[in-house]
């Protein structure tokens, strides 16, 4: 176990609509990042937030967005759903955005979009 | 050219043999590498990280990088059945103030009795 918790951890909606994935971070983590993980790939790099500010981003669109609050949980908002989107999203929690640190990843939660 | 790649596998091997998973990289700046496993249906798991290059052994695990060839590898020595997983090599790059990391796509590993 990390320590680190997601929610919820399935999930099935149709095109078009809008999805909120929650996230807990480790205890002293300041840093979450978000990841997709397609079937047979790889996790993809969505976004970071550290303090609660996005510090950087992957190759996804704006209708990803993120927020972080001040006990460093994090949420992940996808809007205008497509089919594509259906995949694994991982939070992953690191202790500082510094290079090097360790990410640790929670449960993940399994969205299927209809 | 892939940031990271590894074979997609599967690696086939009996119990107690050695499995060797391979992994290399495009950045040359990238100072820290990581093997993460993962289950079918489950979230990565940190296996072992590595910084510099040589080897490193957790266990039955030994994580060997050399950066000159950007090239990582994982041994996993007396396999067992449970370590039955995919393997996610993970490079991290940092820039621009903040780490990602990259991954590969996978290997998946087979250990059968």
């Known amino acids: 176990e990390t320590g680190v918790t997601q929610s919820p951890t399935h999930l099935i909606k149709t095109r078009g609509q809008q999805v909120t994935l929650r996230c807990s971070s480790q205890?002293?983590?300041?840093?979450v990042s978000w990841y997709q993980q397609a079937l047979g790939q790889g996790p993809q790099f969505i976004f970071q937030y550290y303090r609660e500010e996005e510090n950087g981003r992957g190759n996804f669109p704006p209708r990803f967005s993120g927020l972080q609050f001040p006990n460093y949980s994090s949420e992940l908002n996808v809007n205008a759903l497509e089919l594509d989107d259906s995949a694994l999203y991982l939070c992953a929690s690191s202790l500082a955005s510094g290079s090097g640190e360790t990410q640790y990843f929670g449960p993940g939660t399994r969205l299927l979009v209809l | 050219q892939k940031e990271v790649e590894q074979n997609s596998g599967p690696l086939s091997v009996p119990e107690g043999a050695i499995a060797s998973l391979n992994c290399t990289y495009s950045d040359r700046g990238s100072q820290s590498f990581f093997w993460y496993r993962q289950y079918s249906g489950k979230s990565p798991e940190l296996i072992m990280s590595i910084y510099s290059n040589g080897d490193k052994e957790d266990g039955r695990f030994t994580a060997q990088l050399n950066k000159a060839s950007q090239y990582v590898s994982l041994l996993i020595r007396d396999s067992q059945p449970s370590d039955s997983a995919t393997y996610l090599c993970?490079?991290?790059?940092?820039?621009?103030?903040?780490?990602?990391?990259?991954f590969g796509a996978g290997t998946r590993l087979a250990v059968h009795p």
């Open positions: 205890s002293g983590h300041n840093t």
């Open positions: 993970a490079v991290n790059m940092f820039s621009g103030g903040y780490n990602k990391l990259i």
